[in-house]
């Protein structure tokens, strides 16, 4: 990050402590108050196309909460870079989707640009945290800056093309060399059947997220007995990369690389497009997290009804090492933070906790996770059955539905809405049912994070510099732009500017408070 931005950082900081200020001595006109009362401003990933604000979908939420919502929808692969400049301007949105723990939201929070909602959400029932320990993990140094978007604590998988397994007579992986095994039958012998070699093993797409973000990379690295950001080593907590496992994992992917099993287009493919080569049968493999899986089923769907079910799921592997270690996830992904910008005071924060609490309520999840009952969707037991999705309007709410609104639900994803999944058919059905076996099986061996719950100051101050250290190295190294060597020289580098301070602060911090 260059100097001008840390400076442009400050600005915002000083601007939100001014703001701050303007609030506890009563500052603030009413003009503001009023738009406070009738509009909400938020920021939020999305992965496709996005809504239309005047869309049937949009009309619908902005009925049940009260309020008209202006969203500036981001693409993922893009958030992290829009959401630091976004908390570097004069113009942060009152909800904005956040990584609490990255050092440009931590800069501003402890600032005063957001408001600590520890202890304020006990009272607003859709609202107030589900489970302890997952609360505890969003906590930014002891406080409360968002309200954490559910998800399951064990969700990472592989989704694999059943038809090409069946048509080349392999087995579903159980270990890293079964996946290797499968991703060279995928790229040479022709698993689509038209005679030509233009297929490969494994859809990666660029990834937006720091180190340990839940990139297909941590998953594999972790599997090789990697720690899953931080282990223990010797008596002391160290980063994952500092382990030959990391190594020795990155080198059998830059293997994968070199030999053409991942798509040539890994380091710049949008994670919006994920899906895309998948369905059009030029990638078999997809290391993601399980509900990937009845994505593509929904997709394969619409392409031919009478043909679909060519989607399995399985879940973490066996490493090198003869042992099984499964990648989890905190229980959340990211938070809604409300800004102080506009928000000022506590009159307002409750108007807009409230706003948020019919949000998330059972029918504002319906309407975040399935859509308008009866127009998209119907009801089947515990399940959504899309319908008239033939109708291109029916289809808009759908697409809205699956590629941005989902995302400002905090709990319907694990089945907290009226229903847990849009199955449409058998084998949707069952592969809903398989995540939990999986899930639970996995659970026996994953591997935790025990700095999760802590924040070096040094990462705070120095992480713009230092977080994308990494995670650009080893995407350089696996397509071959630097060696190994260099590889490690830019670990070297990480340590050199803060990251050996930060490892001692880690430390100190876990020993103190706890993981």
Same mark, same amino acid.
């Given at each position: ?12 900081? /000083? *601007? #939100? =402590?001014? @703001?701050?200020?303007? $609030?506890?001595?009563? !500052?603030?006109?009413? &003009?503001?108050?009023? /738009? *406070? #009362? =009738?509009? @909400?401003?938020?920021? $939020?990933?999305?992965? !496709?196309?996005?809504? &239309? ?463």
């Amino acid at each position: 990050m260059t100097i001008f931005s840390r400076r442009r950082i400050a600005v915002a900081v /000083a *601007a #939100s =402590t001014a @703001l701050l200020a303007s $609030a506890c001595s009563g !500052g603030g006109d009413s &003009d503001e108050g009023q /738009a *406070a #009362s =009738t509009e @909400l401003t938020v920021m $939020a990933p999305l992965f !496709g196309t996005a809504p &239309d604000p005047s869309g049937e979908l949009q009309q619908a939420v902005e009925k049940l909460i009260g309020k008209k919502l202006k969203i500036t929808w981001v693409p993922n692969a893009e958030y992290g870079d829009k959401s630091n400049v976004t908390l570097a301007s004069d113009n942060i949105p009152d909800v904005m989707v956040v990584n609490e723990k990255g050092p440009s939201f931590v800069k501003a929070a402890e600032a005063g640009a957001f408001w600590d909602l520890t202890g304020k959400l006990d009272k607003y029932p859709n609202l107030k945290p589900a489970n302890e320990q997952t609360a505890k993990n969003t906590m930014t140094n002891g406080k409360t800056y968002g309200i954490y978007r559910v998800r399951p604590l064990l969700r990472s998988g592989i989704v694999i093309r059943k038809d090409w397994l069946a048509k080349l007579g392999l087995q579903e992986p159980k270990t890293t060399d079964d996946l290797y095994a499968i991703a060279k039958a995928f790229t040479e012998r022709d698993p689509d059947g038209n005679g030509k070699k233009d297929t490969y093993g494994l859809i990666i797409p660029k990834w937006p997220g720091n180190y340990a973000s839940a990139s297909p990379y941590d998953v594999v690295e972790t599997w090789f007995g990697a720690p899953n950001g931080w282990g223990e080593r010797d008596g002391k907590l160290v980063p994952g990369f500092d382990t030959p496992q990391f190594l020795e994992a990155n080198r059998w992917l830059r293997k994968w690389v070199t030999e053409g099993l991942i798509n040539p287009d890994f380091a710049t493919l949008d994670s919006g497009n994920w899906n895309d080569p998948f369905v059009q049968g030029k990638g078999g493999m997809i290391i993601d997290v399980n509900v990937r899986a009845t994505q593509l089923l929904d997709l394969f769907k619409e392409k031919n009804p009478k043909d679909f079910d060519k989607v399995t799921l399985v879940g973490n592997l066996t490493g090198p090492d003869g042992q099984k270690h499964s990648y989890p996830f905190t229980g959340y992904n990211m938070v809604m933070a409300i800004s102080k910008q506009h928000i000022r005071t506590e009159e307002q924060l409750d108007q807009v906790l409230q706003t948020l609490d019919k949000l998330e309520s059972k029918e504002g999840s319906i309407l975040l996770t399935n859509g308008i009952e009866g127009r998209n969707f119907k009801a089947d037991g515990k399940y959504a059955v899309p319908i008239n999705q033939d109708d291109a309007k029916v289809k808009a709410i759908q697409n809205d539905v699956d590629k941005a609104f989902i995302q400002l639900g905090t709990r319907a994803s694990v089945g907290l809405g009226a229903y847990a999944l849009r199955p449409n058919d058998a084998a949707s059905r069952a592969m809903r049912e398989k995540f939990d076996v999986l899930m639970n099986e996995d659970l026996k061996t994953a591997v935790f994070n025990p700095a999760l719950g802590v924040i070096a100051p040094t990462a705070v101050s120095k992480g713009q510099t230092l977080d994308t250290i990494i995670p650009d190295a080893r995407i350089k190294y696996l397509s071959g732009a630097i060696t190994e060597d260099q590889l490690q020289a830019q670990i070297k580098r990480w340590h050199d500017g803060g990251g050996t301070q930060i490892a001692q602060e880690v430390n100190d911090l876990v020993a103190k408070v706890g993981g």
